[in-house]
């Protein structure tokens, strides 16, 4: 972890803190689909389970991935939480922006992964003052995702469907795979239209085809 926020060239006096270009690139994009969320939701959200349950990202980009990227952007922004052992305002709302859009996102992957990184980072990194800031923050964080991801959504169940991947698969096996059989749809494609509409409405083009693809 601390290789991925401080870059050290052969002079050991010259350091390259790279969270620190990371952490405001990805509040841009969170600001954008947080304005876009307003201005243009049928573009910005994507609808699953036959219309009940709202993703953010859209089809401009896969929720899940947006979610990744929203943790990278977190986890950039914590070394910076502090400074002097003085909680930084400005980079405790930003962290709250991107967690809240994160969780709008429907990502449970990339919320476990930022409980994890939220964990390690207590571990190992920081004062007490963040450390105890992170844990509560990180005890907090899990009823809420857990209500926001499964109780709410009424996703309980999906939790031994592989988190509903295995009836997209049944999906793509039962009707897609039938109609493209030997040379598929394409590069990392499961449909020649962009939207696939399964239980999780996955888009026609996304880095998860390459496994169909390979069948």
């Not at 709302?93 to 964990?119: D, E, F, P």
């Not at 003052?129 to 991801?149: D, H, N, Q, R």
């Not at 394409?186 to 693809?213: E, P, Q, W």
Request: hydrophobic share 50%.
């Amino acid at each position: 972890m601390n290789v991925f926020y401080t870059y050290k060239k052969h002079d050991p006096n010259f350091n390259f803190e790279l969270n620190k270009i990371i952490a405001p690139a990805v509040l841009l994009v969170a600001i954008g689909f947080f304005m876009g969320i307003f201005l243009d939701p049928d573009k910005f959200y994507r609808l699953t389970h036959g219309g009940n349950v709202t993703r953010l990202g859209g089809f401009i980009i896969n929720p899940n991935e947006l979610g990744m990227l929203f943790v990278i952007g977190i986890s950039c922004f914590l070394p910076l939480l502090f400074h002097l052992g003085r909680l930084r305002i400005s980079v405790a709302l930003s962290m709250l922006l991107l967690t809240y859009l994160l969780i709008l996102t429907g990502s449970r992957s990339s919320m476990i992964g930022l409980l994890l990184v939220l964990i390690v980072y207590a571990i190992l990194y920081g004062s007490k003052i963040s450390k105890l800031a992170i844990i509560v923050g990180t005890i907090a964080l899990v009823p809420i995702a857990g209500w926001s991801f499964f109780v709410k959504q009424g996703q309980v169940t999906e939790l031994f469907t592989l988190t509903g991947r295995i009836p997209f698969w049944q999906d793509l096996l039962t009707y897609n795979f039938p109609k493209e059989p030997w040379l598929g749809f394409g590069y990392m494609r499961i449909d020649y239209v962009d939207k696939f509409d399964s239980l999780n409405a996955y888009a026609g083009a996304m880095t998860h085809n390459t496994f169909y693809k390979c069948c």
